[in-house]
């Protein structure tokens, strides 16, 4: 018999008290609560978010996390599933990729040589690489307790997608703080500080997440 096909009868054989998929929305709600307890506590909007709402680039920050938080979020689904096909949904990661990486290429083509460097280093880069995983602390640890109720065949690669959705919802409250705009500076400090959550939750899956 096969490793998967014994996940699989032990899954059915287990005593449900709450479906998989019941405890990944608890999880998400718990997380997007929590994190914007954490945010409107502590941190708050921008000095200068009425006028920054009728930017386009203010705007197109959310979209980039809340697609990242939201594809992440469909793959964690399915990874937590024995024998689902992840791959596909795997394929929706590269919607917030292709978003960011098309902005900065127009950003690079219709601004100066010049102001790149400026516009990716900016001011607020030590205050992104630390809010993100601030803000992904407590949700990252409510989807890992979420998916103890699937079945992960991956566990390091379940909590790696567990960071990536933690992150997303992390930097998307983030954003509304942020005052660097450019998708220059999105594309270059967000996924740093988003990976790092990432492997968090990559390590912390292999030792909670184990069957």
């Keep these: 018999m096969k490793t998967s096909d014994l996940i699989v009868l032990l899954a059915q054989d287990a005593p449900v008290r709450i479906s998989f998929n019941q405890a990944l929305v608890h999880a998400a709600i718990a997380a997007t609560l929590i994190a914007g307890a954490g945010f409107f506590g502590f941190i708050g909007f921008r000095v200068d978010i009425d006028t ?65 460097e400026t516009r990716m280093i900016w001011h607020n880069a030590r205050l992104c690489l630390t809010i993100i995983p601030s803000l992904s602390a407590i949700p990252l640890a409510c989807f890992l307790f979420a998916m103890q109720h699937g079945a992960p065949e991956r566990p390091g690669l379940a909590g790696a997608v567990a960071g990536l959705v933690s992150a997303g919802i992390a930097a998307t409250f983030y954003a509304a703080n942020c005052t660097d705009d450019s998708p220059l500076f999105v594309m270059f400090w967000y996924p740093i500080a988003i990976a790092a959550v990432s492997a968090l939750g990559a390590l912390l899956g292999q030792r909670v997440l184990q069957w």
């Design 52 to 116: 920054a709402v009728e930017s386009v680039r203010f705007l197109f920050k959310f979209a980039v996390t809340l697609a990242l938080a939201v594809t992440a979020g469909l793959v964690l689904l399915q990874i937590g599933k024995p024998g689902a096909c992840v791959r596909r949904w795997a394929w929706g990661l590269l919607i917030p990729a292709a978003l960011v990486a098309g902005a900065a290429a127009l950003e690079l083509f219709v601004t100066p040589s010049l102001t790149w």
